[in-house]
């Protein structure tokens, strides 16, 4: 897996302060999208035991409330494992920390992923140009949902997230 940046005392991509990683991979390809440098799977950096370290160091800190995944896009077919085992140890780690993450896969065809369950909040669906809302929370077109994926899980059905 590789990425482009982790940026710390993030308040914009998620509820409280967080850490963001932001993963390098995007088959979508949004027109109008904020991030179009980070679509090509092959740049950016390689995430390894160091990159590793400092997203951990961050997240040892009590004042963050957790982690966002965002991109590119995190679930990206090649990124899916690594993202996935990622999320798990951070979970396993950090139990208490809230994992977002963004993708422009919508839930319906991403749900059965074995590592949901390990989501706190799912921002899902392709940004749409047409449908940009600068008022919205979390998300850049009125399309997207901020899905809480726990309470999604436990009811049978999407519950949106309402903070």
Same mark, same amino acid.
């Given at each position: &897996?590789?990425? /482009? ?5 993030? &308040?914009?991509?998620?509820?409280? #302060? +967080? ?6 991979? %995007?088959?979508? !390809?949004?027109?109008? %999208? ?11 950096? *390689?995430?390894?035991?160091?990159? !590793? =370290?400092? #997203?951990?160091?961050? *997240?040892?800190? =009590?004042?963050?409330? $957790?982690?966002?995944?965002?991109? $590119?896009?995190?679930? /990206? ?8 085992? #990622? ?9 208490? !920390? ?14 059965? *992923?074995?590592? &949901?369950?390990? @989501? ?5 669906? +392709? ?9 919205? /929370? ?12 726990? !309470?999604? @899980? ?7 997230? %309402? $903070?």
């Amino acid at each position: &897996m590789r990425y /482009h940046d982790i940026t710390t005392d993030d &308040m914009k991509n998620g509820s409280g #302060l +967080r850490v963001v990683l932001w993963v390098s991979g %995007c088959e979508h !390809k949004c027109p109008g %999208c904020h991030n179009p440098v980070t679509w090509d799977i092959n740049d950016g950096l *390689l995430f390894d035991d160091a990159a !590793k =370290s400092e #997203l951990f160091s961050e *997240l040892e800190k =009590s004042y963050i409330s $957790g982690v966002t995944f965002s991109g $590119g896009d995190p679930l /990206h077919t090649q990124n899916r494992k690594e993202v996935g085992e #990622l999320i798990c140890e951070i979970k396993e780690k950090f139990p208490k !920390k809230t994992i977002w993450l963004y993708t422009g896969y919508n839930y319906d065809n991403i749900w059965t *992923l074995d590592f &949901m369950d390990k @989501i706190d909040v799912l921002v899902d669906g +392709r940004y749409d140009e047409e449908l940009r809302d600068t008022k919205l /929370h979390w998300r850049g077109s009125a399309n997207q949902r901020v899905i809480d994926i726990k !309470k999604t @899980i436990s009811e049978g059905k999407i519950v949106l997230y %309402c $903070g």
